[in-house]
């Protein structure tokens, strides 16, 4: 962790321990907030985890600002330096080669929601000429039954589109980055949007690489905006998906 | 040229924290899936892990929006 000294981490008890050509950014912690069972008490409270996540993620970034970094979980203890020592004697090579892969590169994500009702009209105004005149043919009875058919049918039409699309901007972001992952998609509940969540992906990229990335996102944006989706870029991340 | 009406200058300050938060609150979901859910796994000393970030993420969301319904009715106390 070059570039991180002492005197700059003064106000949290950050400090380094160099080990084996690794360094580690480590802060000592109470029994009160992190023996066992305390800390089981904590964990759920999640106004004590929100802002230890927050410190967690705070110095990971700053760590970033310099040097390749591997982000740990939250939380990983060690109850003495010498157990965190032999950890790192352990793992040295696997460690090192990770942060050789890392080097210059960023995480970064894009979250793509759908809203539904706006593609399910633009579809349904047009492919569905031959239904929709058989419809305003037909009494009223078989019009019900047909207009559920066409439902059913524009509901399928979404689906695949859907899919098309997402597909269709998960190739082009990639084309500009090094290695990707999909993410499981998280629900409304969470995501407290009106849209669907329609891809979750991160992305490892180099990062000379990143401006046209971002260029792709724009111009995606662009493109599928007027059809009902909407784009969500966040960077840059540590590679928390990539470590 | 009429100044701004205040009421309206009120209701888009209004809007804009609201956005604020939001974008805030993404942030926090964003980074509590990182923190808690990817990153280097090993088996420290002490492993425990947290059970449910999405659980965690909905208690949190309640209890914020319960410490700004706290501070609106101290609001309009005053």
Known sequence: ?????????????????????????????????????NLKRNLTDPEWIKSKVLIHENVIERIMQSSAVLPFKFPTLFK?????????????????????????KEEWGVKIYCDWDKLKRTLAKDGFR??????????????????????EL??????????????????????HSFQWRINKLLPKELTEKKEEMILNSVFLIVKSKVKQFIHTVHELRTEHTPGGLLFDCTGPWPPYNFA | MTAPDPGLHIILREQMNDLLLKQK????LEILDRVL????????DIVIS?????????????FLSSVETMERVRGAAL
Do not use: W
Not at chain 1, 135 to 150: D, N, P, Q, W, Y
């Open chain 2, 50 to 62: 947290v059970a449910e970030v999405d659980l965690i993420y909905l208690g949190l969301r309640v």
């Open chain 1, 130 to 151: 031959d239904i929709d005149q058989e419809i305003s043919a037909s009494a009223s009875g078989r019009a019900f039954l047909l207009k559920k058919k066409k439902d």
């Open chain 2, 25 to 28: 609150e993404v942030t926090v």
């Open chain 1, 1 to 37: 962790m070059p570039g991180l000294t002492k005197s700059e981490t003064p106000e949290d008890g950050l400090y380094c321990i160099n080990h084996e050509g690794l360094s580690v950014a480590v802060t000592k912690v109470g029994e009160s907030e992190f023996g066992e069972m």
């Open chain 1, 80 to 104: 003495t330096e010498e157990n965190l020592k032999s950890f790192l004697e352990e793992h040295r090579d696997k460690f090192i080669k990770n942060l050789r892969y890392l080097k210059g």
């Open chain 2, 37 to 44: 859910d990817k990153g280097v796994v090993i088996s420290g």
């Open chain 1, 154 to 175: 524009v509901n399928e039409a979404v689906y695949k589109k859907l899919g098309e699309l997402s597909q269709a901007c998960f190739e082009r972001l990639s084309k």
